[in-house]
């Protein structure tokens, strides 16, 4: 029975992979990119379900063209986050990432980006999990620098 449960459940985790983008601010220190989702009324990091066969890495670039317009560079893995949505478990694998080309766009999916230093981003997120990762980014980037 119990690995019954197991197999079940692991036909219903949702995968899937986002990018924490992020910037030198003018201050010197980092900005992160927020996106705004008008369906869920809600302020998070471009991410979203991995395709049929798709690789984590692939799909988390993907999702942040496709929300943002912007081609990303990945870096430095971040912690997985794992959440219930409506009643299914999820598991996101994030980067932080670094924009190399393209420009935002408002689409179906995402109306509105913003770059915030850390602190106001943290504060604007609708989700805590989403400002575990702002922490992470910002151990990350500090132990780069030392």
Known sequence: ????????????LIRA??????????????????IHRPKWCDW????????????????????????????VELGAKLPTQRYEVRG???RVRYWA????????????EVDRLVWLPAAQARARLSYGHDQE???ALLDRL????D
């Open 133 to 135: 990762l702002v922490d």
């Open 142 to 145: 500090a132990a780069e620098d």
């Open 44 to 71: 998070t990091f471009p991410k979203g379900k991995l395709e049929v066969g798709e690789r984590h890495r692939d799909a988390a670039r993907r999702e942040a063209l496709e929300e943002t317009g912007l081609l």
């Open 17 to 34: 992979a986002g990018v924490v983008l992020w910037r030198r601010g003018r201050s010197g220190g980092p900005e992160l990119a927020l």
């Open 97 to 108: 990432a670094v924009r190399v080309g393209g420009s935002f766009a408002p689409n179906r």
């Open 88 to 90: 299914r478990p999820k």
């Open 1 to 12: 029975m119990a690995e019954e449960s197991l197999k079940q459940g692991t036909k219903d």
